[in-house]
């Protein structure tokens, strides 16, 4: 069995942002498609982008506190989706998917949060 790979959760995550852009692509061109789809495109590419940083911490306390921001950048970009689907402003299979995707992610990031207290308390 060879080495796992490294950046699996970087690759994840970048995979995510394009998914988050490919769905901010196809809103329609109204008032809330074009609000929804600014904030989207922010929230829902910040994490990938926050990963990098994530993984320069320069103390355990930094460590978490750069994974809740991006955990929260996750969260505000479920909502997003959310409204989007609910709404509807867009009926398509990628929304859906990035929204599994989505939920996916913040509970690995809510985990990695929860293990990451824990280990400091010891």
Do not use: W
């Not at 904030?39 to 320069?56: F, H, I, N, R, W």
């Not at 505000?76 to 998917?97: A, D, F, V």
């Amino acid at each position: 069995m060879g080495e796992p790979r490294r950046y699996d959760l970087e690759d994840r995550l970048v995979k995510f942002a394009i998914m988050i852009l490919e769905v901010c692509d196809i809103l329609p061109n109204t008032k809330a498609g074009n609000n929804l789809e600014h904030q989207l495109s922010k929230s829902g590419t910040a994490p990938a982008l926050m990963y990098g940083e994530v993984q320069a911490a320069e103390s355990r306390a930094d460590f978490i506190h750069k994974m809740k921001m991006l955990l929260k950048e996750l969260r505000e970009t479920r909502i997003s989706l959310r409204i989007i689907n609910e709404k509807p402003i867009l009926t398509h299979e990628k929304i859906g998917s990035a929204l599994k995707e989505c939920n996916e992610l913040i509970g690995i990031f809510t985990k990695s949060i929860e293990t990451a207290n824990k280990n400091k308390l010891r």
